[in-house]
């Protein structure tokens, strides 16, 4: 089992900052994918970025050049930061790590609202 905890959600204004954390425990030996998706109300779940165990990132079009997905492997945490954020980056954003067989883990969420 792998065990995700995301932390650093909250309310901003637009055009401000804040980055998302994501620390994994568990059996960790597998894992071959790390990612952030986040989910509006009424919307389905969206991927906003991605980061392979080489190291490999890609973020979504709507966030690209605002967010950036990162990993410090000796903490076994991946951090999503999130520069010039829009009201439309409202979500409840999640943490998820696939292994090698497939299977996906996820967390279990952290809020951020972006408003004035």
């Known amino acids: 089992q792998v065990q995700l905890v995301e932390s650093g959600g909250g309310l901003v204004q637009p055009g401000g900052s804040l980055r998302l954390s994501c620390a994994a425990s568990?059996?960790?030996?597998?894992?071959?994918?790390m990612a952030w998706y986040r989910q509006a109300p009424g919307k389905q779940r969206e991927l906003v970025g991605v980061?392979?165990?080489?190291?490999?990132?890609n973020h979504a079009d709507s966030v690209k050049g605002r967010f950036t997905i990162s990993r410090d492997s000796a903490k076994n945490t991946v951090y999503l930061q999130m520069n010039s954020l829009k009201p439309e980056d409202t979500a409840v954003y999640y943490c998820?790590?696939?292994?090698?067989?497939?299977?996906?883990?996820w967390g279990q969420g952290t809020q951020v609202t972006v408003s004035s």
């Open positions: 980061i392979t165990d080489g190291g490999t990132t």
């Open positions: 568990g059996r960790l030996f597998g894992i071959s994918v």
């Open positions: 998820n790590a696939r292994t090698t067989s497939n299977i996906s883990y």
